[in-house]
């Protein structure tokens, strides 16, 4: 398996515009995690999937953020409208079990 | 509320020397304990994990853990450093029910001198 998918890798957008961030699951996974890294907060959870349904999504920062997890391969991570203070590296996770296995991250930098 | 405190910013090792990163967790039952690397502009790899069981874990590129219930701690080990190990560290408990979702301690950095 290639491991979790996450695109881009980088991202750069204007203040004030839309991100959508994405990520492929390991196939067979049921839990899926998103992930901020700043060097501030360090790595929190935003929202927690399991069978694609959002469980628990009391990280997430504001109402500009949004994720959905249409199917068992896909889920997004959207800020619309972005701010500079959202510039972070997100994570996704995914898991069948008791181990959570990380994609390498999007690196978001909004000016 | 759970919580990983990793009490040291940054750590400085010569290579082939002893390592110890230190990880206090804050939990209200037997916690699940893990520990991942994270190399730069990478994502995060699990070393190690702890369920239940006997309390030394063994994990990979011969990293070892070892958990105390008594003093809350699950410190990472590692007899010989090599200069491949620099990266940030990061200690992790995992919830209950849930054991892969994690909350993560703030990270030590590993530098290697030659």
């Known amino acids: 398996d290639a491991g979790v998918i996450q695109s881009p890798r980088h991202e750069v957008t204007e203040m004030g515009q839309e991100v959508t961030l994405r990520c492929k699951p390991i196939?067979?996974?049921?839990?899926l995690f998103w992930y901020r890294q700043t060097m501030m907060r360090g790595l929190e959870l935003l929202i927690y999937?399991?069978?694609?349904?959002?469980?628990?999504d009391s990280g997430m920062p504001e109402d500009r953020f949004s994720a959905k997890m249409p199917n068992a391969s896909f889920s997004t991570l959207k800020i619309q409208p972005s701010e500079p203070r959202d510039s972070a590296v997100y994570f996704c996770?995914?898991?069948?079990?008791?181990?959570?296995?990380f994609g390498q991250g999007t690196r978001l930098t909004v000016v | 509320a759970q919580s990983v405190t990793q009490p040291d910013i940054h750590i400085t090792v010569s290579e082939g020397a002893s390592l110890e990163l230190r990880c206090n967790y804050s939990?209200?039952?037997?916690?699940?304990l893990f520990w991942y690397v994270q190399s730069p502009g990478q994502g995060l790899q699990l070393l190690l994990k702890?369920?239940?069981?006997?309390?030394l874990v063994q994990g990979i590129k011969g990293f070892e853990a070892e958990f105390k219930r008594s003093q809350s701690s699950f410190n990472l080990r590692k007899p010989s450093v090599h200069w491949s190990d620099a990266a940030e560290y990061f200690c992790?408990?995992?919830?209950?029910?849930?054991?892969?979702?994690?909350?993560f301690g703030t990270g030590t950095r590993l530098q290697v001198t030659l």
């Open positions: 996770a995914s898991s069948k079990d008791t181990e959570a296995f």
């Open positions: 702890y369920f239940s069981g006997d309390t």
């Open positions: 992790a408990v995992g919830a209950h029910g849930t054991a892969s979702k994690l909350t």
């Open positions: 939990y209200g039952a037997t916690p699940y």
């Open positions: 196939s067979g996974h049921n839990s």
């Open positions: 999937f399991n069978n694609n349904v959002p469980i628990d």
